[in-house]
């Protein structure tokens, strides 16, 4: 998954026992051979796909939970609108959830609807034994000020950040290549919420360890998890801490800010150390 224009800064490691360092559990079969075998529930995203120009969609994503039972999907998801495009005012990234109707068939194909500031959103796709899979699909939104034409997306249930992750970072110059002498390994223990807060958002605590040419410790305060997307914080808003992850939570495509005057962090040029994650 892309690290999408939505990635923000966000806005105490209470426990160090993490229940499970896997993905989710696996789809669950129904025995009536009528029914739909897809039975998942858990945290989803739906984004553009890696091919289509974020300027020619008025949403770029939906992000919130799911549920699918017997051929039956419920939920909510939050609809974001595309920060490339300026001056669409169609929703806005604090909007309330919005519940979903929709079906998944015996064959995996998913359409899933919702209104969307004055229109209807329809979202297809033909989804994996495995929800924690990528799928291909589309989104299109008729009528309504945010009104867009089939649009290519993908979308997943995201398993929880509930590991340990560890990667080495650089600092990145404005060719995009790394700056010598800024290389820094980063330890981040994560323990994510499996039940959402009203904005579909997971919480998630944790602690996160930076060491080499860059040193900082703190815990996470404030934090969240949508769409597979980790916003975070300190209590203190001095480190910010965020990425993407893939459906299984296997690796996150990760960056870290510091804003502390006490650390040690050789920034140089954006001010952002860069990297992936990967689960231990």
Do not use: H
Not at 214 to 231: D, H, P
């Amino acid at each position: 998954m892309r690290v999408q224009a939505y990635v923000a800064p966000a806005l105490l490691l209470p426990v160090l026992y993490l229940v499970g360092c896997g993905s989710g559990s696996p789809p669950g079969q129904t025995t009536d051979p009528t029914q739909s075998p897809y039975t998942f529930s858990g945290e989803w995203g739906a984004q553009l796909a890696p091919t289509i120009s974020p300027a020619s969609a008025s949403i770029e994503a939906f992000l919130g939970t799911l549920s699918a039972s017997n051929g039956i999907v419920i939920g909510s998801l939050i609809a974001l609108p595309n920060s490339a495009v300026i001056g669409v005012a169609c929703t806005t990234p604090s909007a309330t959830p919005i519940a979903v109707t929709g079906t998944v068939d015996s064959s995996g194909n998913l359409t899933i609807t919702l209104p969307v500031a004055g229109g209807t959103a329809t979202l297809t796709a033909a989804l994996s034994t495995n929800p924690e899979t990528e799928a291909t699909g589309s989104y299109k939104i008729v009528g309504g000020t945010c009104a867009m034409p089939p649009t290519a997306m993908q979308i997943a249930q995201y398993a929880p950040l509930n590991c340990t992750y560890t990667g080495t970072f650089n600092e990145y110059n404005s060719s995009g290549q790394p700056v010598a002498g800024t290389v820094s390994a980063i330890t981040a223990i994560l323990a994510q919420s499996i039940t959402p807060n009203s904005n579909d958002q997971y919480p998630v605590t944790g602690m996160v360890t930076v060491t080499g040419a860059c040193t900082a410790t703190f815990t996470l305060s404030n934090s969240i998890v949508w769409g597979g997307v980790l916003e975070a914080s300190d209590p203190s808003f001095s480190y910010t801490f965020g990425g993407a992850s893939d459906p299984t939570a296997t690796t996150l495509q990760s960056f870290f800010i510091s804003e502390n005057s006490s650390a040690s962090c050789p920034f140089t040029y954006n001010q952002v150390f860069i990297g992936v994650l990967a689960r231990q």
